[in-house]
């Protein structure tokens, strides 16, 4: 038998995988060369210590999670740049939005039967359904108020979904005669200053 | 990989099943960390190493195309992770104390309580002549030591035949014992030297 018979038989032996052909060839070694058996318990014991090393080693895997918020905060910021690319920015954060709530729009029509009186009662949704009828009646609000921009978004670790902060976004006018706003001077006092517009007069929205 | 081996789970994974992405890690995170330890510079912290295979594998699991390929792609994983810290010259030196990959003291693991100071000693040697072999005989040799790691599954990861494991594992602990028999040797001879 060569060297490496002779080390795959023990090899085996310290693994468990010898099949009985293997012993009885072990056996038949064992009977030539005797020193076979201290051999094997060489190898038996190195195979135990270093066993033993190897596994305090990795012991600290046990402790090592996977990072699993990476991996959503990744899925979103591709999603993002997704939609970014042909909707623009704002329209992405908008469509994801969308698509991270579950599709939940505020419909203009609906809780329109509630009317808009100071005794109603209900959920801050149908409030705010409400209020938007109103403001779509009264042109008060004058852009889509689907548009949800995203903050953050965790996993919940109680009803096993996420928790998504946003931003609702409803843009309104109001007319005003002389429009003032707050500021602060070179001299860091406040000041109060007129407000113009930006763009000539026309359709400004 | 045949069906029963958690194929469902890899390619759930794949899809972005964050249950199966955590459950996949914590069936494989030993043996990735017996690779990391196989190929990692001596001085790198596998803890630190290990975070950032985890990293890797949270980030481009979904990019996977075949399930069967899991473990090899994990296992280049962390072979790629080991390797650029060697690379790396800007590595922190903070951890010179913990950095001997087997001179962990974590009181807790229960082998440690089994062990007397003599036996620990002995496996922190056998760690150290370990590294001195080459890597494609270290690597099968400390696999195998983790529970239910056979030549089979060796095998599988490493996509050499099981044959070829077989051998290398036990050409890998004849050169252990020889390398520690070197060693005993020159021990020997460096204590009767200062013998007066």
Redesign the interface.
Known sequence: MT??DR??L???V??G?ATPEDWTAFKALAAREPDIWR?LA??QQ??A??????????????E?????E???S??LTEKLRMVGSWGGWAAAAAVIAIWATGGVVFSPGAGQQAGISGTFVGTPEEKLNEYLDEGYKTGRIVAPVYSRVINNII?DPNSGGYIIAYDLVISEIAIVENPMIEGVNEFGQAVTVPLRPTKPAGRPF | MDRDDGSWMVNAAIQ?D?DA??A???EH??W???IL?AHKPRQED??DL??DV??A???KISQLRDEEAFKPWLRTVAINTARAAGRSVTRRRHHDAKLR??T?D?AD?P??DR?SPD?RE???R??DL?MQMPEGYREP??L???QGM??KRISELTELPETTI??R???G??M??EL?ATQEKEIKRTLSVRKP
């Open positions: 060297g490496v080390d795959i023990i090899s085996r310290i693994d995988e051999d060489e190898a190195d195979h210590e270093i066993t033993a090393a190897i596994e305090s080693a990795i012991a600290i895997a046990d090592i999670e996977a990072p699993i990476v991996h959503f990744d899925r996993p | 972005g964050a992405i955590r996949l890690w914590q995170r030993r990735v960390a017996t330890l596998l803890e290990l975070q985890a990293m594998f949270v980030k990959l087997h962990d974590r693991h082998d440690r062990m036996d002995e496996s922190r056998l760690m370990a040799l400390l195998r030591c983790i056979s030549y077989e051998t594992i036990a050409r602990r004849r252990l014992r520690a």
